[in-house]
């Protein structure tokens, strides 16, 4: 599924600020007390394109099981972990 996203920084951060470790787009799929799966996007926060409130589309893996999911987006990189920034959109497999 193809999806298009808009970060908005409210906080004046750097988000370039440790080269070395990008922030990066991740999501989550997650039922009552689960994380079912957590991938990156491969989409990296910079301060241009928080600034800009541009749109970016981007490829979900959907989960293999049908159910219903809680799917959520967090800013992390491979050092920091990742934490919940996005509301709760519901996902229905079939």
Not at 27 to 37: A, E, R, T
Not at 53 to 72: C, F
Request: aromatic content about 10%.
């Amino acid at each position: 599924a193809a999806l298009h996203i808009r970060f908005i920084n409210e906080n004046i951060r750097d988000l370039e600020a440790d080269p070395e470790h990008p922030m990066t787009i991740i999501y989550s799929y997650m039922q009552p007390y689960l994380k079912i799966d957590a991938r990156n996007t491969g989409l990296i926060l910079d301060n241009a394109w928080m600034k800009s409130g541009e749109a970016k589309q981007v490829q979900l893996i959907a989960p293999t099981e049908p159910g219903i999911y809680a799917l959520r987006f967090s800013c992390g990189s491979d050092y920091y972990p990742a934490g919940i920034n996005s509301e709760r959109i519901t996902v229905i497999v079939e």
